[in-house]
T-cell receptor
Framework: GAGVSQTPSNKVTEKGKYVELRCDPISGHTALYWYRQSLGQGPEFLIYFQGTGAADDSGLPNDRFFAVRPEGSVSTLKIQRTERGDSAVYLC?????????????FGPGTRLTVL | SQQGEEDPQALSIQEGENATMNCSYKTSINNLQWYRQNSGRGLVHLIL?????REKHSGRLRVTLDTSKKSSSLLITASRAADTASYFC??????????FGKGTLLTVNP
């Protein structure tokens, strides 16, 4: 596609449930990033993939969060035992290579609401 | 944790006026980028300025960078109602991470 796409656009779940958020990066982009944005804040880094491997997952808040990118394209962010504090907009971005100096292209985000 | 801090938090101006937003950061950077966000969703990249650059222009946008003061400014000239959005600065070090500030909410009144 022309840009980064994310599905679903909105997800409402109950506390304790498991959710998966999907990101389709721009075709050919080797780097993929997940960010989380809480209300009134800027995006915060979660995890970065270069190809299929998670090069840096230091931003994941705890072990309930996990992300995969098995074929080096689509990525899925997985959240187990969701908590109300997980409610936020989850943003995915991709770039053609290392981000130092390279623009990141963002998707529209998935708004997660945990009741 | 957030690296940058935008100032002001909110700015309201009339169409045709100029808007200036400032960003301060704490650690050394490779480059600084400005993004726009409408309605709390996807971010749009506006401009990137490298640490060895002092000023950059793109259309109605002008960005300055002062690495000695660890600060940057974004100037939007001849603002339009369509410029209404949140504006974020993001810093990138020698690695790949973008660290965003909290943003400035700009409202341009017709």
């Amino acid at each position: 596609g022309a840009g980064v796409s994310q599905t679903p656009s909105n997800k409402v779940t109950e506390k304790g449930k498991y959710v998966e958020l999907r990101c389709d990066p721009i075709s050919g982009h080797t780097a993929l990033y997940w960010y989380r944005q809480s209300l009134g804040q800027g995006p915060e880094f979660l995890i970065y993939f270069q190809g299929t491997g998670a090069a840096d997952d230091s931003g994941l808040p705890n072990d309930r969060f996990f992300a995969v990118r098995p074929e080096g394209s689509v990525s899925t962010l997985k959240i187990q035992r969701t908590e109300r504090g997980d409610s936020a907009v989850y943003l995915c971005a991709s770039s053609s290579g290392l981000a130092g100096g390279i623009e990141q292209f963002f998707g529209p985000g998935t708004r997660l609401t945990v009741l | 944790s957030q690296q940058g801090e935008e100032d002001p938090q909110a700015l309201s101006i009339q169409e045709g006026e100029n808007a200036t937003m400032n960003c301060s950061y704490k650690t050394s950077i490779n480059n600084l980028q400005w993004y726009r966000q409408n309605s709390g969703r996807g971010l749009v990249h506006l401009i990137l300025i490298r640490s060895n650059e002092r000023e950059k222009h793109s259309g109605r946008l002008r960005v300055t960078l002062d690495t000695s003061k660890k600060s940057s400014s974004l100037l939007i000239t001849a603002s339009r109602a369509a410029d209404t959005a949140s504006y974020f600065c993001a810093t990138a070090g020698s690695n790949y991470k973008l660290t965003f500030g909290k943003g400035t909410l700009l409202t341009v009144n017709p």
